[in-house]
């Protein structure tokens, strides 16, 4: 079964199938908010799927799915690619991102990108949405990447 071999968060990723990607702002793992339910402009999902040569040439599913703190849904998508095959024989490494556009957070708290390959969990990201404490800073002390609401 194909794998993940990596997943982040990033601003925003330009990823061309068979070539370098470019990413911006990559990973995030902490959101800050002023105000919630919180509506956060865009993120990139970017993904990188280690495939067997015996699994080229055949469809593979990929589903995501951002969860909330109490494990409801907030975002999901699901698709399907195939890989080409390399010619000789060796694994590849599909890269592709996921543009996700104005998501909204209802509260702060510990939430969760899971990604699945062919009904199977293979990778989970952890996000953290913050608000500031009084005085400016965020909940824990460390900086949180501010968001203009």
């Known amino acids: 079964m194909p794998d ?4 982040f968060l ?5 990823t061309v199938p068979g070539q370098k990607f ?3 702002g990559g990973g995030i793992a902490r959101i800050g908010g002023r105000r919630f339910p919180l509506r956060h402009p865009h993120l990139a999902l970017v993904i990188g799927l280690q495939v067997t040569a015996p699994e080229t040439e055949r469809e593979h599913d990929i589903r995501f799915v951002l969860l909330d703190p109490d494990g409801g849904e907030v975002a999901g998508a699901t698709g399907s690619l195939v890989a080409r095959s390399q010619q000789d024989g060796r694994d590849a ?9 104005n ?14 390959v062919n009904g199977s969990e293979r990778k989970r990201l952890p996000l953290l949405l913050v608000k500031p404490a009084v005085g ?5 002390g460390a900086a949180a990447a501010p968001v203009d609401d």
Not at 4 to 7: G, L, P, S, T
Not at 10 to 14: H, K, R
Not at 93 to 101: A, M, R
Request: aromatic residues 16%; proline residues 5%; glycine residues 4%.
């Open 93 to 101: 490494t599909l890269t592709f991102s996921i543009d996700l556009w």
């Open 10 to 14: 990033a601003d925003a990723a330009e």
């Open 22 to 24: 470019h990413v911006l």
């Open 136 to 140: 400016g800073t965020a909940a824990d």
């Open 4 to 7: 993940i071999d990596f997943a």
């Open 103 to 116: 998501l909204t957070f209802p509260a702060p708290g510990d939430y969760s990108f899971r990604i699945l």
